[in-house]
Nanobody
């Protein structure tokens, strides 16, 4: 069993930056693919970025490519999402996920989410 806890969300102005963290407990993250998803009000949850346990380049959605970067620190059992040049349309609840598949899923473990609000 893997427990995931996100942090780092908040209110930021357009053009600003935030770094989200996802701390895991229960299992080591080194053997899991990790992902970030988001869900805006009235919309479906969507993939943001993912990084596999077996190496390879991180993957990200076209809407955030060049602005968001996913990284992992297996020694700290933590995954990060660095978000730069934020836009109002990035406003959503951001979820961390862990799984055994490729970067886009499926994922078996989810955090509770952290709110990111970008003001114009």
């Amino acid at each position: 069993q893997v427990q995931l806890v996100e942090s780092g969300g908040g209110l930021v102005q357009a053009g600003g930056s935030l770094r989200l963290s996802c701390a895991a407990s229960g299992r080591t993250l080194s053997s899991y693919t990790m992902g970030w998803f988001r869900q805006a009000p009235g919309k479906e949850r969507e993939f943001v970025a993912g990084i596999t346990w077996f190496g390879g380049s991180p993957d990200s959605a076209d809407s955030v490519k060049g602005r968001f970067t996913i990284s992992r620190d297996n020694a700290k059992n933590t995954v990060y999402l660095q978000m730069n040049s934020l836009k109002p349309e990035d406003t959503a609840v951001y979820y961390c996920a862990a799984g055994r598949s490729n970067s886009r899923g499926p994922y078996g473990y989810w955090g509770q989410g952290t709110q990111v609000t970008v003001s114009s």
